[in-house]
């Protein structure tokens, strides 16, 4: 899988909109672009996926760029229990779901 | 909702013991897996399944084996732990099929310490 270069650490504001960006140079044609956050003392959690359109759940919306080469994770307001670490992750292709997590970004929301 | 529960949250074992680490998931899930998880490192796959009595070595095999008799049941073994094998361990289970937009469920994790 390609790799992914995400900013070590991030803060914010709460309910203010946080955007985590991601760069993927080298992603293929066939890769899917995941998030997956890991709050504190807790398993990771999948967020959001996307493969060329901008994507909108009710946790995030995922924005990609036009040549897929980075996206972000924006979250529209937030609040502190979105401290967490947030990965980046491409799948594309490898059989049985499998994913290779990077060192994400730690997010800090301050009060 | 799915559930992936892990036997226990903190484990603490002595060098040479075998340790067993059991991973159920609810869902039905053809697929399951394994990682550690160490400070600086991220998250490592050891071993995944696909199917019952089917696993596939992951980045960082060494030490371990699973074991996988049930559909619902993953089992990660240390057969003679040791102080190296010290870290959080995950389990996590996938949406049935094979694609790439597979979402992966995780369990709570197990803090094994080696002594």
């Known amino acids: 899988d390609a790799k992914t270069t995400q900013p070590n650490s991030m803060e914010s504001n709460e309910e203010e909109p946080v955007h985590l960006p991601c760069n993927h140079s080298t992603i293929s044609g066939t890769d899917y672009i995941h998030w997956y956050r890991q709050l504190p003392s807790q398993g990771p959690e999948y967020v959001i996926h996307g493969l060329t359109s901008n994507v909108n759940n009710r946790m995030a919306s995922l924005a990609i760029a036009e040549d897929r080469k980075s996206s972000t994770l924006i979250l529209h307001r937030a609040t502190l229990r979105d401290a967490a670490v947030y990965y980046c992750i491409l799948h594309g292709g490898t059989s049985y779901g499998k994913l290779t997590f990077g060192q994400g970004t730690i997010l800090t929301v301050h009060p | ?115």
């Open chain 2, 1 to 115: 909702d799915v559930k992936v529960t892990q036997s226990s949250r903190y484990l603490v074992k002595r060098t040479g013991e075998k340790v067993f680490l059991e991973c159920v998931q609810d869902m039905d899930h053809e697929n399951m897996f394994w990682y550690r998880q160490d400070p600086g490192l991220g998250l490592r796959l050891i071993y995944f399944s696909y199917d019952v009595k089917m696993k596939e070595k992951g980045d960082i095999p060494e030490g371990y084996s699973v074991s996988r008799e049930k559909k619902e049941r993953f089992s990660l073994i240390l057969e003679s732990a040791s102080t190296n094998q010290t870290s959080m361990y995950l389990c996590a289970s996938s949406t049935p099929g094979r694609g790439v937009t597979d979402t992966q469920y995780f369990g709570p994790g197990t803090r094994l310490t080696v002594l």
